[in-house]
């Protein structure tokens, strides 16, 4: 009786282990969280799961920040960000629901247009300044569906303004699916 149990367990145990694809691509998009600014946001990041739990990833990142210093007298900037980071995510769960938590470290390039410049895109370039970065996340994955909240630690553009910022974002991934054999196997060893 005592074998049969520690076999059963076992079984479970390899069945959660051995169920998910490990590549995987994430597509996203989303939006700034901020009661006075606005801005959206695009994501691509490839990874690897070294484990079932963990994976680890590169995430290539683009945003646009319409931030107000002086809403009274409409005196905004726009901020454009680049970011380019290592990812790790671990998800706390082994089922279809998967929360996780994540972070990334790597490098951002902001670039700054002050007041409705006449050539926005030298502006940009002119006044574009690489900062270290690193972001802090949490989410969960569904069925190919991919929501999360990030903190994304962007240091100051060149004209001294922060640009830090929270997103919420939306995305599908490609991959990482469920492995249908070692499902059927796993089913087969319990019974």
């Given amino acids: 009786m005592?074998?049969?149990?520690?076999?059963?367990?076992?079984?479970?145990?390899?069945?959660?282990?051995?169920?998910?694809?490990p590549f995987r691509m994430d597509l996203g998009l989303g939006w700034v969280i901020s009661s006075s600014d606005?801005?959206?946001?695009?994501?691509?990041e490839p990874k690897y799961a070294v484990i079932p739990q963990l994976s680890v990833g590169f995430n290539c990142?683009?945003?646009?920040?319409h931030r107000y210093k002086d809403t009274s007298k409409n005196?905004?900037?726009?901020?454009?960000?680049?970011?380019?980071?290592?990812?790790?995510?671990?998800?706390?769960?082994?089922?279809?629901?998967?929360?996780?938590?994540?972070?990334?470290?790597?490098?951002?390039?902001?670039?700054?247009l002050n007041?409705?410049?006449?050539?926005?895109?030298?502006?940009?370039?002119?006044?574009?300044?690489?900062?270290?970065?690193?972001?802090?996340?949490?989410?969960?994955?569904?069925?190919?569906?991919?929501?999360?909240?990030?903190?994304?630690?962007a240091g100051k553009d060149k004209l001294a303004n922060n640009a830090d910022f929270m997103s919420a974002t939306i995305g599908i991934y490609f991959g990482g699916g469920i492995k249908k054999s070692h499902v059927e196997q796993a089913e087969y060893l319990i019974f």
């Avoid at 149990?5 to 169920?19: D, S, V």
């Avoid at 990142?61 to 920040?65: A, T």
């Avoid at 006044?127 to 972001?135: D, E, H, L, T, W």
């Fill in 38 to 44: 606005e801005g959206g946001i695009l994501y691509i």
């Fill in 61 to 65: 990142e683009v945003s646009i920040i």
């Fill in 115 to 153: 007041e409705n410049p006449t050539k926005p895109m030298k502006i940009f370039s002119e006044n574009a300044k690489i900062n270290f970065a690193a972001m802090f996340r949490t989410g969960f994955d569904i069925s190919h569906i991919r929501l999360m909240l990030t903190y994304h630690l």
């Fill in 2 to 21: 005592l074998v049969s149990g520690c076999l059963f367990f076992a079984t479970i145990n390899i069945k959660a282990q051995a169920e998910y694809k």
């Fill in 75 to 112: 005196d905004f900037v726009v901020q454009g960000l680049n970011s380019y980071q290592a990812t790790a995510d671990y998800h706390l769960m082994q089922s279809k629901f998967r929360p996780f938590i994540g972070t990334g470290f790597g490098i951002n390039r902001i670039g700054v």
